[in-house]
């Protein structure tokens, strides 16, 4: 039996030898895109009785804050998104907003923190709600108006901006770290957003005006304490607070306002007593 014979066929080049050489394929499919996540902005234009929610997907980078995303979606995506910030590095106060809910800074808060999708499952990542801040009237979209935040200060006369005359004598009293905290302020109105009370009642002064407050009483250089007191003391102050804490916790200057509200409390409380006693309070 006669094996069949397989003819071996040559292959035939296929490019001339002169010709340039191919141009090479590689399988290498690169670096991955940067993932995306889904933004759920809360949208508001002046003369909207009610927001609404718009979702943008973007690209982000590791690293990215929640202040970076919106700026890229504005710049990329959607140019009249109103978005208020000015340091960049929570110090100057402008960017709070909600965060899934939460008061945060949003130049403070790394796109890398919130969650994503839920380990082990295949279903998409939740998007992240951002939203403005409550208890203060809104301009448009993300940004609010702080002006009514600024005169709670104004109206219980605490200065926003310390006088740079300081009594002859006014040295700072020994344990500064008591006041300190509360002027480490930056003004960014997250515990006023955060306060249930606030949301109910918009006579109350607000925590962080009582912050203020508690600054002037602990650390009185130049100023009386009388009329600090008697602020702090009146119905829509210190009295109205239910210690729910809220402010201390979105607080993002470690202030305790919360903190300050009871310090108030205790020299009230010890005004009160001297007082009843005949002495100067
Ligand atoms: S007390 Fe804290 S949360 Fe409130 S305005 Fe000052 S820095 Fe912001
Ligand atoms: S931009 Fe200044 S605190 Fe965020």
Redesign the pocket.
């Known amino acids: 039996m006669s094996a069949k014979k397989v003819r071996s066929v040559e292959a035939k080049p296929t490019v001339e030898a002169d010709a340039p050489p191919a141009m090479e394929l590689s399988l290498d499919p690169g670096p991955p895109p940067p993932p995306t996540r889904v933004f759920r902005i809360s949208r508001r234009r002046s003369g909207d009785r009610k927001p609404h929610f718009d979702d943008f997907e973007i690209e982000v980078e590791p690293g990215d804050t929640v202040l970076d995303a919106l700026l890229r979606i504005r710049r990329t995506q959607e140019p009249s998104l109103v978005v208020r910030h000015s340091c960049m590095h929570a110090s100057c ?1 402008t960017c ?1 907003v909600r965060i899934n809910g939460r ?1 945060s800074l949003a130049c403070d808060t790394k796109v890398d923190s919130l969650p994503a999708k839920p380990a082990k499952t295949a279903k998409p990542a939740q998007p992240i709600k951002v939203e403005s801040l409550a208890n203060q009237r809104p301009v448009a979209d993300l940004a609010t108006d702080m002006v009514d ?1 600024y005169a709670r200060f104004e109206a219980a006369g605490l200065p926003l901006v310390r006088n740079a005359d300081v009594a002859s004598g006014g040295e700072p009293p020994d344990g500064i770290k008591a006041f300190g905290r ?1 002027e ?9 957003s ?1 306060c249930p009370i606030a949301r109910t009642n918009h006579d109350y002064i607000g ?2 005006a009582l ?1 203020a407050a508690a600054r002037i009483v602990e650390e009185p250089r130049g100023r009386q304490r009388g009329p600090v007191l008697a602020l702090a003391a009146e119905p829509d102050s210190v009295w109205r607070c239910r210690a729910v804490l809220e ?1 201390s916790v ?4 470690a ?3 919360a903190l ?1 509200l009871l310090t108030l409390r205790r020299h009230i409380a010890a005004s009160r007593a001297r007082r009843l006693l005949g002495r100067k309070s």
């Open positions: 106060g709070g008061e935040f509360f480490n302020c930056i003004e960014c109105g997250l515990c006023l955060a925590p962080a912050a402010c979105v607080c993002p200057s202030v305790e306002p300050a």
